[in-house]
């Protein structure tokens, strides 16, 4: 049963690639088009039969050819010979030839029949009393021939009154006297080769008549044969459309059905075949469909945790901002309004924050798919990244130190904006749990085909555990004594995400020297020798 697609009023605008749209056969399934090309093929085979036709044709003229000769060599040999020898020469004749011969005088009177001197040498066969497969036989003759419009042949019949104006061959031969010959369909259609001589001499005419049965058992033989390849070819052709089908459109039906049931279902459990056992392109296709089908589940997953967590985050602000304006309707005293007033502006900043962040976090995957990577100095990147950073004072009584590496030593193909957004996240993060005075070290080289940068600060360190989740959305464990939402918990989040989508890995590691503190590191394919 096929799948029923649901519809909507929506506009869908057309991309169908020309190359790839079809016209007349739009209409029609695969399986259609596989049996329909497997027929074409056939058909052409078919055809051989109608060849056939034409070799009898062949066959036919040749026969008449040599009919011609014989009559014209007996004629010859008769000329030769004593009327009292002209019967057994004409009966010998007759039986080598396996034909009828006879003579007839100037006025158009039959004088000599070998079938009257001897054993008729072929008999015309009545169709009614041969079985039914010949009836058939005759059938496929005449469809045969009317479908490749032959010339019609007229039927054979011993006239009545055996005489040269009885046959049209012998009242041509009286006025050309060269040999001529014709062909005639005996009732079983089978051909009768006919010829006629002229016998200069003693002026009379000879008549050879012949059953030509062997024309039509050697076409309906090669007939039979050619009919037989053509159903063994059929059923094969047959077999292998179906096998086509089976390991073809079966497949596709149900990929398609899985991918129905992803659009339209909500059930987690949806899953898109693999088919790990096909190496062709239709195994790439499921396996590319299931992957797509997993990224798709996971992306709606991650959204829907995500307004999940964007609605816990914002209500906590939202609440706090309410209750101080409620209750500041009910406050007199200046210093508690001034107090309130405070509360609120704190809760307007951290709501700002908050929909900043979580406007870079929602947007950032779709611009990592669209950007154009170029290539970018690392060690460039972060001299001006530190400079400005100084200059800014945001590194509070934190000391930097840097190691830059030589120049296009550290050189990756990435968004130079992006990837400087990440390091001062980082650098965000390890400033604010750094002790006073504490100290950033900042490390970029190469690390056979990859850049490793290692961010390492004084702090209390990272836990195994806490490295787990430090890089999920809307983590917060911030250092004691700081003020409560100065961050969003997006910072580590982001970076994770532009990182990955520059095809690299960020992790927390032990301090390399094995002191106190806690140490990024990232890495990412360097870029290739210009």
């Known amino acids: 049963m096929e799948p029923v697609i649901a519809t909507t009023n929506k506009p869908v605008q057309s991309s169908d690639d020309p190359e790839l749209s079809l016209r007349w056969s739009a209409r029609l399934s695969l399986t259609t088009r596989i049996l329909a090309v497997n027929i074409v093929a056939i058909a052409l085979l078919a055809g051989s039969l109608f060849y056939l036709d034409n070799y009898r044709d062949e066959l036919t003229h040749e026969r008449l050819s040599q009919a011609r000769l014989q009559t014209h060599i007996i004629s010859d040999a008769l000329n030769l010979q004593t009327p009292k020898n ?14 009828r011969l ?36 005759r059938t496929l003759d005449q469809s045969i021939e009317f479908i490749v419009l032959s010339s019609p042949i007229t039927a054979f019949e011993e006239p009545e009154e055996d005489r040269v104006s009885s046959w049209p061959e012998l009242q041509q031969l009286s006025e050309t006297k060269r040999p001529n010959s014709a062909v005639r ?12 001589a002229h ?15 062997d024309i039509t058992r050697i076409v309906r033989a090669e007939r039979s044969n050619v009919v037989l390849v053509i159903f063994l070819t059929a059923l094969v052709s047959i077999l292998l459309s179906l096998f086509l089908a089976r390991t073809i459109v079966r497949p596709i039906r149900k990929l398609a059905r899985a991918a129905i049931r992803v659009r339209l279902g909500r059930a987690p459990e949806i899953t898109v075949p693999r088919m790990p056992g096909r190496r062709d392109e239709i195994g790439q296709l499921a396996r590319a469909l299931a992957d797509m089908s997993g990224a798709l589940r996971y992306r709606i997953d991650a959204t829907e945790a995500f307004a999940a967590d964007v609605s816990h985050e914002i209500k906590n602000p939202l609440a706090s901002l ?96 992006r990837l400087e957004r990440v390091f001062s996240n980082i650098l965000d993060n390890a400033v604010s749990f750094s002790p006073e005075g504490g100290l950033i070290e900042i490390l970029a080289t190469p690390d056979g085909d990859e850049v490793v ?34 961050h969003s918990g997006l910072g580590l989040a982001i970076a994770k995400t532009i990182i990955e ?21 990232i890495r990412l394919p360097q870029a290739p020798v210009p």
């Not at 100037?106 to 008729?120: N, T």
């Not at 990577?373 to 530190?386: A, N, P, T, Y």
């Not at 209390?460 to 983590?475: A, M, S, V």
């Open 102 to 137: 006879r003579l007839y005088d100037a006025s158009g009177e039959k004088i000599v029949d070998s079938f009257d001197l001897a054993e008729p040498s072929y008999r015309l066969r009545d169709p009614e009393t041969q079985p039914w497969q010949k009836d058939v036989a």
């Open 86 to 99: 002209r019967e057994d020469l004409i009966v010998s004749f007759a039986t080598t030839l396996k034909s």
């Open 199 to 213: 016998i200069p001499s003693s002026d009379h005419f000879l008549l050879l008549t012949t059953n030509a049965r």
């Open 322 to 417: 309410r209750s101080a304006l409620e209750s500041l309707d009910r406050v007199d005293d200046p210093d508690l309004r001034k107090q309130l007033l405070d509360i609120a502006n704190d809760d307007v900043r951290r709501i700002d924050r908050l929909i900043n962040d979580i406007s870079e976090a929602s947007r950032v995957d779709a611009e990592m798919a669209r950007t154009r990577f170029e290539r970018v100095d690392i060690g460039k990147m972060l001299d001006q990244l530190l400079a400005a950073r100084e200059q800014r004072d945001t590194n509070e009584s934190v000391k930097i130190a840097f190691a830059r590496p030589g120049r296009g030593v550290a050189t990756v193909m990435g968004d130079d904006d």
């Open 185 to 196: 369909y005996a009732p079983d259609r089978t051909p009768v080769i006919i010829a006629a």
């Open 501 to 521: 989508g520059h095809e690299g890995t960020i992790e927390v590691i032990d301090r390399p020297d094995g002191q106190k503190g806690g140490c990024f590191e």
């Open 453 to 486: 940068i290692q961010i390492s600060d004084t702090g209390p360190g990272i836990t195994q555990e806490q490295r787990l989740n430090i890089f999920k959305r809307f983590h917060s464990d911030r250092p004691m004594g700081e003020a409560f939402g100065k």
